[in-house]
């Protein structure tokens, strides 16, 4: 009986569990290190949303424009402050996108260096022009103009504030005396520009000298002229005069070769 039972619980167990899991021979470690290795190297399948996905990311829409203008959504005519300006917007509100911000600095660079080149050509045009027309005008004013020449802005800019000091300096003290030593300041340091330009002293203040007559005889022939409404009351000849001094000096030393 006890026999029997025993050969009926062998035979459910054998139903209900495979053979594989029943080998108790040696075969028995192998497969089950065998299935652990398979385990650890499956992976289960990752889903769509696990992987980077830049649809919420806005892109440039005019990506594939080719004139730079419309890529960027600006006129031809506009000026540089503007195109910096949308420049800047496209790439503050498609930031975050490559392919849109390489497409948006190539039309910035295409229009900031026909930018560049378009003055430089203006420039150069300019220039040559300027030539044309003086070598197309006549002796006596090519003679003329071979005495002038054009420094630099940043000199033409410090030498005038100079001289504007002096005549300010004149007319606020015109109550108490006349500017005879704001004049005298002025021809000397008119006579130190010269100098230092033309390297010769004599040269330097007979030029600074004539322009400071020049200028004293212009004022006194032309101030007259001018209605007394539109002169303060306590301005005099000699100030008004001076004014017209400080602009012939300023024009001498900065001017003239």
């Not at 996905?53 to 959504?73: C, H, M, Q, S």
């Not at 506009?78 to 975050?96: D, K, M, P, V």
Request: proline share 5%; net charge positive.
């Amino acid at each position: 009986m006890s026999s029997s039972l025993l050969l009926s619980s062998t035979v459910v167990s054998s139903r209900l569990f495979s053979p594989a899991k029943l080998r108790l021979d040696g075969n028995y470690k192998n497969s089950y290190l065998t299935f652990r290795n398979v385990s650890r190297s499956f992976k289960s399948p990752r889903c769509a949303v696990d992987s980077p996905y830049e649809g919420n990311i806005a892109t440039f829409p005019r990506t594939r424009v080719w004139d730079p203008y419309k890529r960027l959504g600006i006129s031809q005519y506009a000026s540089e402050e503007e195109i910096w300006a949308s420049r800047n917007f496209l790439l503050q509100q498609y930031s975050g996108h490559e392919r849109s911000e390489e497409s948006i600095e190539t039309a910035f660079e295409k229009l900031l260096t026909s930018s560049f080149v378009r003055r430089k050509k203006t420039k150069i045009n300019l220039k040559t022009r300027l030539k044309k027309k003086v070598e197309e005008s006549p002796p006596w004013l090519k003679t003329l103009l071979s005495f002038v020449e054009m420094p630099p802005m940043d000199i033409v800019l410090k030498r005038l504030f100079l001289f504007a000091f002096m005549g300010g300096w004149s007319i606020m003290n015109s109550a108490e005396g006349g500017p005879a030593f704001q004049v005298a300041l002025s021809l000397a340091a008119s006579i130190y520009f010269l100098n230092d330009k033309t390297k010769s002293l004599g040269r330097s203040c007979i030029i600074g000298i004539g322009a400071l007559a020049t200028g004293w005889i212009c004022g006194s022939i032309f101030i007259p002229m001018i209605p007394s409404l539109l002169i303060h009351p306590t301005w005099t000849l000699e100030l008004l005069t001076s004014m017209f001094a400080y602009g012939f000096l300023f024009a001498a030393c900065t001017f003239l070769k």
